[in-house]
T-cell receptor
Framework: AQKITQTQPGMFVQEKEAVTLDCTYDTSDPSYGLFWYKQPSSGEMIFLIYQGSYDQQNATEGRYSLNFQKARKSANLVISASQLGDSAMYFCAMREGWGGTASKLTFGTGTRLQVTL | DAMVIQNPRYQVTQFGKPVTLSCSQTLNHNVMYWYQQKSSQAPKLLFHYYDKDFNNEADTPDNFQSRRPNTSFCFLDIRSPGLGDAAMYLC????????????FGPGTRLTVT
C-alpha cells in the first residue's frame, strides 16, 4: 500500500494567489514526521517544512504552511502569494519511527506546480 | 558555505562498465544517504551510513555498493550498470538519527549507453 499519496500530478496557480498541494499518508506508527520538499528543474531537493506527529500546531515557514489533519491523515502544503520561482516539483515525505534508525524518508510521487502570470 | 556536494553532475557510462559517484559534505553530519530517482518518480532510498555503520535497504540490488572512507565523503559504486540504472542519484545528509531535516546535494544524473 502507498504510504504517501499525492493525487495531483500537476497544478497551475496564478502569481500572487495561494495554492494547496494535497498529501495523505498511511502509517500505524504513533511517532512520525511529515516533510515537504521542493525540487526545481536543477534537481536539488530543498527542504521546505516539517510537521511532527505530536505537534499541536500546524507548522509554518514564511509563505509555506502545513495543514495537518491527523485524524484524516492528511498533510497539505499551502503556499501563499505564489511567485514565479515557486514553479517546481513538490514532494511530500514521511519518516516513521523515532531514533531507532536513521531518518529514512518515504516520498510521494510529487506534484508539479506551475505558476503563471 | 556548508553544503553537500556531488560530483560529477552528469555522468555517462557504458552498459556493464563500473561507475562511481561521489558525495562530500562540509556539514560534519553523522548520517549520509543515497537515493535513486528515476524520471518522473519519487526518490527511493538505496542505503545510508550512520557514521561507519552501513544500512542497506532490503530491495536495493546487489549491483549497488557504497563506501564511506571518512565523515566527509561517501561513494556510490555501480558494479555493472544496466540501462535500467539510468537515473538521478541524490546524496543527502542529516546531523543525527533524530534529526528531521535532510540536506540534499544537487544530484548526479547518470546515463547508461
Amino acid at each position: 500500500a502507498q504510504k504517501i499519496t499525492q493525487t495531483q500530478p500537476g497544478m497551475f496557480v496564478q502569481e500572487k494567489e495561494a495554492v494547496t498541494l494535497d498529501c495523505t499518508y498511511d502509517t500505524s506508527d504513533p511517532s512520525y514526521g511529515l516533510f515537504w520538499y521542493k525540487q526545481p528543474s536543477s534537481g536539488e531537493m530543498i527542504f521546505l517544512i516539517y510537521q511532527g506527529s505530536y505537534d499541536q500546531q500546524n507548522a509554518t515557514e514564511g509563505r509555506y504552511s502545513l495543514n495537518f489533519q491527523k485524524a484524516r491523515k492528511s498533510a497539505n502544503l499551502v503556499i501563499s502569494a505564489s511567485q514565479l520561482g515557486d514553479s517546481a516539483m513538490y514532494f511530500c515525505a514521511m519518516r516513521e519511527g523515532w531514533g531507532g534508525t536513521a531518518s529514512k524518508l518515504t516520498f510521494g510521487t510529487g506534484t508539479r506546480l506551475q505558476v503563471t502570470l | 558555505d556548508a553544503m553537500v556536494i556531488q560530483n560529477p553532475r552528469y555522468q555517462v557510462t557504458q552498459f556493464g562498465k563500473p561507475v562511481t559517484l561521489s558525495c562530500s559534505q562540509t556539514l560534519n553530519h553523522n548520517v549520509m544517504y543515497w537515493y535513486q530517482q528515476k524520471s518522473s518518480q519519487a526518490p527511493k532510498l538505496l542505503f545510508h551510513y550512520y557514521d561507519k555503520d552501513f544500512n542497506n535497504e532490503a530491495d536495493t540490488p546487489d549491483n549497488f555498493q557504497s563506501r564511506r572512507p571518512n565523515t566527509s565523503f561517501c561513494f556510490l559504486d555501480i558494479r555493472s550498470p544496466g540501462l535500467g540504472d539510468a537515473a538521478m542519484y541524490l546524496c543527502a545528509t542529516s546531523r543525527d538519527k533524530r534529526e528531521h531535516e535532510q540536506y540534499f546535494g544537487p544530484g548526479t544524473r547518470l546515463t547508461v549507453t
